[in-house]
């Protein structure tokens, strides 16, 4: 019996795996956004964000432009009534800290007179005349007062204290000589602005010190000019 040709069978699909084939543009996309992530988190992309001080400097100006906003609608007038309060409020801050500042205070206490040399009222009179001469009235003042108070610590008027200043000067021999009270403050204040720049001196200026050296010396302290004009023994 003759035997049928064989037929050859197709060869079987590969099975499934249970594994879903995605579309090759699916596949695609996948790619390319994993391609884009690796790119963006390399280095020269994370120099390009914003640093923390950037981002706190960027909030502080929308705060403070938000509150610009508040303020300037919240006022009658707008920026119109605004912007001059603003402008005054900063020449007060300004005036404020001029007045506050330590050299401020200090020429309000009033400048150191004695240095403490072992020069005589005469020394320092002939030292303020040379300077006078040459023109250095700033010198000449300091000098001048200087005299003033050696000569008031030699007549005991006030007793020897370093580091008087002028303005302590004044306020101490007033009280044994209340007639100079104006002339001496006079002189603290000519002696104080001079010292600490706050005006030129000028020849009318050390006038003002040369005038009360002169009066300082012919002043008697009030007690004993009360003592000698009571009549002693009681004499009639």
Request: glycine letters at 6%; a neutral charge; zero cysteines.
């Amino acid at each position: 019996m003759a035997q049928r040709p064989r037929r050859e069978r197709p060869p079987r699909r590969a099975r499934l795996t249970g594994v879903p084939l995605l579309p090759a543009a699916v596949v695609e996309r996948e790619e390319g956004r994993r391609a884009a992530r690796e790119e963006l988190s390399e280095r020269i992309y994370g120099q390009a964000e914003p640093s923390l001080l950037e981002l706190i400097r960027q909030r502080l100006q929308e705060w403070f432009d938000e509150l610009l906003d508040v303020v300037g609608s919240a006022v009658p007038g707008g920026w119109w009534t605004l912007a001059p309060l603003l402008v005054v409020l900063a020449l007060v801050l300004v005036a404020l800290v001029v007045y506050l500042r330590p050299a401020r205070r200090a020429r309000r206490r009033g400048a150191a007179v004695d240095t403490g040399s072992p020069m005589t009222a005469a020394d320092h009179r002939a030292a303020a005349e040379g300077h006078a001469e040459q023109g250095d009235y700033a010198a000449a003042i300091r000098e001048r007062l200087r005299a003033v108070s050696r000569e008031l610590e030699d007549s005991a008027v006030i007793t020897p204290r370093p580091g008087r200043t002028a303005t302590e000067l004044a306020a101490e021999t007033a009280e044994v000589l209340p007639q100079l009270r104006e002339q001496l403050y006079a002189g603290a204040d000519t002696f104080n602005d001079s010292a600490y720049g706050q005006r030129i001196a000028t020849a009318e200026d050390y006038r003002v010190l040369a005038d009360l050296d002169e009066r300082v010396g012919r002043a008697r302290p009030a007690d004993a000019a009360a003592a000698s004009a009571v009549p002693s023994g009681g004499a009639l």
